[in-house]
């Protein structure tokens, strides 16, 4: 992304539960990803 505001949606301790919201947000044609620290 070039422009514009990020937000952080949650913190997860298991990944899985950080792909389903993922997956629910790409579903609506939000942009996100996962980043791992």
Same mark, same amino acid.
């Given at each position: 992304?070039? /422009? *514009?505001?990020? +937000?952080?949606? *949650? %913190? #997860?301790? #298991? /990944?899985? /539960? %950080? @792909? *389903?919201? $993922? /997956?629910? $947000? @790409?579903? @609506? *044609? +939000?942009? %996100?990803?996962?980043?791992?620290?």
């Amino acid at each position: 992304l070039s /422009e *514009g505001t990020r +937000i952080q949606m *949650g %913190a #997860f301790k #298991f /990944e899985h /539960e %950080a @792909q *389903g919201l $993922l /997956e629910k $947000l @790409q579903q @609506q *044609g +939000i942009y %996100a990803s996962i980043y791992r620290p």
